[in-house]
């Protein structure tokens, strides 16, 4: 790098001095850089301390002479300075919210463990409101009374005794098992619904119990019977009771308002069907007979179904009659003699549906008949805004019920039927199928039979 410029900047530049209040003369003000070859950094300086000085190129002591102990400063941050009390005390101020850290010591070592001891009295320890963990064994000598609280489980067998009193034992709103036989007085019961029930058993079966008309009853089988001296009252309600006339004659008194029901038999079998019969006498019945031929006779049952008016009927096919048709003189309709008719001007109720696709559409409903309804279809036009694929079909996208499939042209395609195109059955649907990049609306028009 060349040094030393041999020009002076021209007219304008302007370089600081201190003029000399002796002689006049002006001194230029210079700034102090580092030596190094190329070097531009300044050498730091304030005018609060001067110029920066390194220290720490000094080989020997340094003494520094202290006017006043607030002017000296010392920087000491990330270097261990030893503190002395100078074979004297050393005295720490600490405010109570910023403590100072102590670590005890045995003289030797640090202590880890703080033993405590009651020194031959008495050791109080409270627990700050919270919880006491306490490690190890604690051994403690009963006196008084202890209450005894919650307990996980006993493995000690404890004797439990009433002192002679009442004991009391609270299941906790759960179950107590108790091994062993328990012994229990059932006391006075305070009404039906406290009594202890009982059982009566021949010790494999218990007796049963049977409600008659609301009251309970105990079943008892009768195997013994001694005459009786009075009047016996039987109560069969519900059962069957077979009644004889021990080989007599009975006689069942019935008011007219309260018949008796009797099964007719011919000695053998009971009556199903009673037999009518006129006793040789003539039989009025009042109403309508339906009555069965029978056996055919001449007149008036035999009739030929295959005549009309005597005359043999023609079949054009099996089960099929051919029939002609003629005016009121009889004469045969032809071509001289043509069937007048007359045309029906009343047209059906157009319906007219109408629906916009898009591409890659399956199988959208054109036209949904009312229940029960075919649709009939008499016209058709396609209006192409996007060149694809459509189909048109009826219910089912099949080659058999295809109205129209291919690719219309962009425009307007018409389609009338010279015959109407109807559904192939009641309440199947009018839809429609597209392919990629199909578009436009497709209108049909007709009714619905």
């Known amino acids: 790098m060349a040094d030393n410029v041999g020009f002076t900047p021209g007219s304008g530049a302007t370089i600081k001095t201190d003029q000399g209040s002796l002689s006049g003369a002006h001194m230029q003000v210079v700034k102090l ?179 008659v008309s609301g009251a309970k009853c105990l079943k008892v089988d009768v195997v013994q019977q001694a005459a009786p001296t009075g009047t016996v009252t039987v109560n069969a309600s519900g059962y069957a009771v077979p009644v004889t006339d021990n080989s007599g004659s009975l006689t069942v008194d019935a008011p007219v308002g309260t018949p008796v029901f009797v099964r007719l038999s011919d000695g053998a079998a009971a009556i199903t069907a009673l037999p009518v019969t006129d006793n040789s006498g003539s039989l009025t019945v009042d109403g309508s007979v339906t009555a069965n031929q029978g056996t055919a006779n001449a007149t008036p049952w035999n009739q030929n179904v295959a005549q009309v008016g005597g005359a043999s009927v023609v079949s054009a096919a099996a089960g099929v009659q051919k029939v002609g048709v003629a005016d009121e003189s009889g004469a045969a309709f032809s071509d001289t003699n043509p069937l007048p008719v007359s045309v029906v001007t009343t047209d059906r109720t157009r319906i007219s549906k109408a629906a916009t696709y898009a591409a890659n559409e399956t199988d959208v409903a054109i036209w949904t008949p009312a229940g029960g309804k075919k649709f009939v279809v008499l016209g058709c036009i396609i209006n192409t805004t996007g060149v694809g694929l459509i189909k048109i079909y009826d219910n089912a996208n099949a080659a058999a019920n295809m109205l129209f499939q291919g690719t219309p042209i962009a425009g307007t395609v018409c389609m009338l039927f010279p015959h109407p195109w109807v559904s192939g059955a009641a309440n199947n649907v009018l839809r429609y199928s597209t392919g990629a990049a199909a578009a436009g609306d497709v209108t049909v028009y007709g009714y619905e039979v």
């Open 33 to 211: 850089a580092e030596s190094a070859d190329g070097g531009e950094s300044l050498v730091g300086a304030d005018a609060t301390y001067g110029l920066d000085v390194d220290v720490t190129r000094v080989q020997a002591v340094v003494t520094v002479a202290q006017s006043s102990p607030t002017n000296l400063r010392v920087d000491a941050s990330g270097v261990p300075v030893p503190v002395t009390d100078n074979s004297g005390s050393l005295t720490v101020d600490a405010p109570v919210s910023t403590p100072v850290f102590v670590r005890l010591s045995d003289g030797t070592n640090a202590l880890t463990t703080l033993p405590v001891s009651d020194g031959g009295g008495t050791l109080s320890v409270d627990d700050g409101a919270g919880s006491l963990t306490v490690d190890g064994t604690v051994a403690a000598t009963q006196s008084g009374t202890w209450n005894i609280g919650t307990v996980a489980s006993i493995t000690t067998p404890v004797p439990v005794t009433d002192n002679s009193g009442s004991l009391t034992v609270d299941d906790g709103g759960g179950s107590l098992t108790v091994d062993g036989s328990v012994t229990s007085s059932q006391g006075s019961p305070a009404g039906n619904a406290n009594a202890w029930p009982v059982k009566v058993s021949d010790g494999t079966s218990t007796a049963g119990i049977t409600d």
